[in-house]
């Protein structure tokens, strides 16, 4: 089955202590991003990857890091959360660049943040 | 940086024909417009996407006028589980995406 798998789901942690958020896709897509949504905000994007050793930064890229060593993985990266980095973050993925291609993206379940 | 301008809210009720419009001034001449639906605590779902007159498929159509600056999605009888939030999304000119704030669309019995 096709699909963007994030993990964990859920996470409740602390100010600067350091976290990973995983995401993967078995799709072989080139693309894959990284959001945040935040109530009355709706979805921003924070960091992209157009291929392996490539990423960009989106719209709010500032306290995240990524890395794009492998097609399927796009990890998400919180050197030091603080709480304003309390926020629902998704996943996605499509064949080629949204918006200028005919492929939509795929989407994971989302990641429930808490920095306390 | 570009962006979209979507309502905030609308209410409907089962059955009825809602139309969602979207503005987006500063689309790139070859960004494709996709509309997302998302429900609670789920990622966004594509719903259909277009890049000019009219597209339809099995769930919606969606409008998009000569000057690509706004696009309509329509959803034709709905029900209440078409309850959700409706976002518009159009690529930006270096390759950003731009997600709109979304539409929060209640249908009511």
């Known amino acids: 089955e096709a699909q963007v798998t994030q993990n964990p789901r859920y996470l409740i942690t602390v100010t600067g202590k350091k976290l990973t958020v995983t995401c993967s896709q078995n799709m072989n897509h080139e693309y894959m991003s990284w959001y945040r949504q935040d109530p009355g905000l709706g979805l921003r994007q924070i960091y992209y990857s157009m291929n392996v050793e490539v990423t960009d930064k989106g719209d709010v890229p500032e306290g995240y890091k990524v890395s794009r060593k492998e097609k399927r993985n796009f990890p998400l990266i919180l050197e030091s959360p603080s709480p304003n980095q309390t926020s629902l973050y998704f996943c996605?993925?499509?064949?080629?660049?949204?918006?200028?291609?005919?492929?939509?993206?795929?989407f994971g379940d989302g990641t429930r943040l808490s920095i306390l | 940086l570009a962006k979209t301008t979507q309502p905030i809210s609308m209410d409907s009720y089962e059955g009825q024909e809602v139309n969602i419009t979207c503005s987006h001034n500063?689309?790139?001449?070859?960004?494709?417009i996709t509309w997302y639906q998302q429900f609670p605590s789920q990622g966004p779902r594509f719903i259909i996407q277009?890049?000019?007159t009219k597209v339809t498929n099995e769930v919606a159509s969606l409008f998009i006028p000569a000057d690509r600056k706004s696009s309509t999605l329509s959803l034709p009888r709905v029900s209440l589980s078409d309850t959700a939030v409706y976002y518009c999304?159009?690529?930006?000119?270096?390759?950003?995406?731009?997600f709109g704030k979304g539409t929060r669309l209640h249908i009511l019995p």
């Open positions: 999304l159009v690529g930006d000119r270096d390759d950003k995406i731009i």
């Open positions: 500063n689309i790139a001449t070859n960004d494709y």
């Open positions: 996605a993925s499509s064949s080629h660049l949204p918006g200028q291609s005919n492929q939509p993206q795929h």
């Open positions: 277009g890049y000019k």
